[in-house]
Each structure stands twice: as structure tokens, then as C-alpha cells.
């Protein structure tokens, strides 16, 4: 299940809420893929997409402008992590959509839940230690 959970809370609200958001919109292409009907979800399949795209985008900005505000070493790193992501969502977002509905909405579900998950985990987690250190000198 494409979920929130506890686990991956940074403590930091406001990028918790665009997290929250980026799992949001990952449960709509897990709701399509499992409706187990035959509706046309084109669509909805790149509204969604599109919807994704932005978000992380506009999510991207707001953690990088606050890791150069706090000089963080990493933040060249983790750009290309989202750089990397950006790509991959585009590349999808070019094939054709239309003839492989399922095929598309799983490669998306399967990409985000394994790249989010893993980047909240592991880089986004390592930005909260910098955070912290800094507050403890
Ligand atoms: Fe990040």
C-alpha cells in the first residue's frame, strides 16, 4: 500500500505536509491501478503525472532554498537526486500513454514508492542531522 506512515517524519512540518502531498497524489495512481475496471483513464492518468511533476518541482525549490540557507555541504548531492527524479517522471510522461494505460500508471506508482521512500529515509533525513547539529553549536 502507497501510504503516509510515521517513519518517514522528518520533524520538519511544512516539508512533512509536501511529503504527505507527493503520497497524496502516488494514492490516485494506486486507486486507478486497482479500480480493476475498464474505464479510459487517460486522461486522469496525465492530469496526475502532471500534477506530480509540478508539485515535486515546486517541492524540490523549497527543500533546496533551505538547504543553501543553512549551508548545507550535501545540497549539491541531493540536487541531482531530484534532478534525477524530474527526469524519470518526464521520460514517463513522454511515452504513449494511451495505449498502455496500466503499464504507465504501474511504472509511476512502482518508481515513486521506491525513490520517495528511500529519499525520505536516507537523504532527506540526513539534511534533519545537519539541522540538528547546527542548533547544538
Ligand atoms: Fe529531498
Not at 486507478?32 to 496525465?46: C, K, T, W
Not at 540536487?79 to 500508471?105: C, N, P, T, W
Amino acid at each position: 500500500m502507497f501510504r503516509w506512515s510515521e517513519n518517514y517524519k522528518t520533524g520538519i512540518d511544512t516539508i512533512d505536509e509536501q511529503h504527505k502531498k507527493l503520497v497524496d497524489i502516488g494514492a490516485k495512481l494506486e486507486d486507478m491501478l486497482y479500480a480493476g475496471d475498464s474505464l479510459d483513464y487517460y486522461d486522469y492518468i496525465l492530469e496526475t503525472i502532471n500534477e506530480l511533476k509540478d508539485y515535486a518541482d515546486y517541492h524540490f525549490s523549497y527543500e533546496e532554498r533551505k538547504m543553501r540557507e543553512s549551508d548545507y555541504p550535501g545540497l549539491e548531492e541531493h540536487r541531482m537526486e531530484h534532478l534525477y527524479f524530474v527526469k524519470r517522471i518526464d521520460k514517463l510522461a513522454m511515452q504513449d500513454i494511451d495505449s498502455q494505460q496500466i503499464g504507465v500508471i504501474s511504472e509511476a506508482l512502482d518508481f515513486l514508492a521506491r525513490w520517495l521512500f528511500s529519499h525520505i529515509l536516507n537523504s532527506d533525513m540526513k539534511y534533519v542531522d545537519h539541522l540538528k547539529g547546527n542548533a547544538g553549536k
